[in-house]
C-alpha cells in the first residue's frame, strides 16, 4: 500500500491559517526603493540624549538601516532618533532591531535628490565598501609586530 505524499503531512503554523489572513511576501511591497550603501553617520537617542557612531548600510527616501560601531545592539524598538550624515539630518522612529542594524522610519520624507547623492557617493554593498577594505589590509585591529 502506497500512501499519498500529503497524506502524512505535519501541518504548519501557516497552514492553520486561513489565506487571507496571512500577509505573502510577494504581496509586500515598500513605499520607497532601498538602495544599499555604506556612509558613516551618528544616531542620536533623543530620551537619553546618546549619540552613537555607526554607519547607514542602507537608505531609502522614508527610512534606513542604521548599524551603530558597537558590539551589540539594544533592542531600542519605538525610540525616537536623529539620524545625521554628511549629507542630511533626519528624525525618525526605529522600527526594527535586527542583528545587523536598526531599521529606521524617517518622520519626513528625505528629498529624492539627497537619496541619489548618497547613493552616488556612498553606494553599493557593505562587503565591497572602503570598510571592508581597509580591514583587509591590516589597518582595523592590526596587532602591533
Known amino acids: 500500500?502506497?500512501?499519498?505524499?500529503?497524506?502524512?503531512?505535519?501541518?504548519?503554523?501557516?497552514?492553520?491559517?486561513?489565506r487571507f489572513l496571512v500577509r505573502n511576501a510577494a504581496d509586500f511591497q515598500r513605499r520607497h526603493e532601498r538602495y544599499a550603501c555604506v556612509a558613516m553617520g551618528t544616531?542620536?537617542?533623543?530620551?537619553?540624549?546618546?549619540?552613537?557612531?555607526?554607519?547607514?548600510?542602507?537608505?531609502?527616501?522614508?527610512?534606513?538601516?542604521?548599524?551603530?560601531?558597537?558590539?551589540?545592539l539594544l533592542d531600542r524598538l519605538g525610540e525616537e532618533v536623529v539620524i545625521e550624515t554628511d549629507a542630511f539630518k533626519a528624525r525618525g522612529v526605529i522600527r526594527a532591531t535586527r542583528t545587523s542594524s536598526y531599521g529606521i522610519q524617517f518622520h519626513d520624507m528625505v528629498a529624492q535628490?539627497?537619496?541619489?547623492?548618497?547613493?552616488?557617493?556612498?553606494?553599493?554593498?557593505?562587503?565591497?565598501?572602503?570598510l571592508v577594505k581597509h580591514n583587509q589590509n591590516g589597518m582595523i585591529g592590526a596587532r602591533p609586530g
Not at 500512501?3 to 504548519?12: G, M, Y
Not at 557612531?53 to 551603530?68: H, N
Not at 535628490?113 to 572602503?130: K, L, N
Open 113 to 130: 535628490d539627497i537619496v541619489d547623492h548618497m547613493v552616488a557617493s556612498h553606494g553599493g554593498p557593505a562587503a565591497e565598501s572602503f
Open 43 to 72: 544616531m542620536e537617542v533623543i530620551e537619553v540624549g546618546a549619540s552613537f557612531d555607526g554607519v547607514l548600510l542602507e537608505i531609502s527616501a522614508g527610512g534606513c538601516s542604521f548599524r551603530p560601531a558597537s558590539l551589540y
Open 1 to 18: 500500500m502506497q500512501l499519498s505524499p500529503n497524506k502524512h503531512r505535519i501541518p504548519t503554523w501557516r497552514s492553520l491559517i486561513p
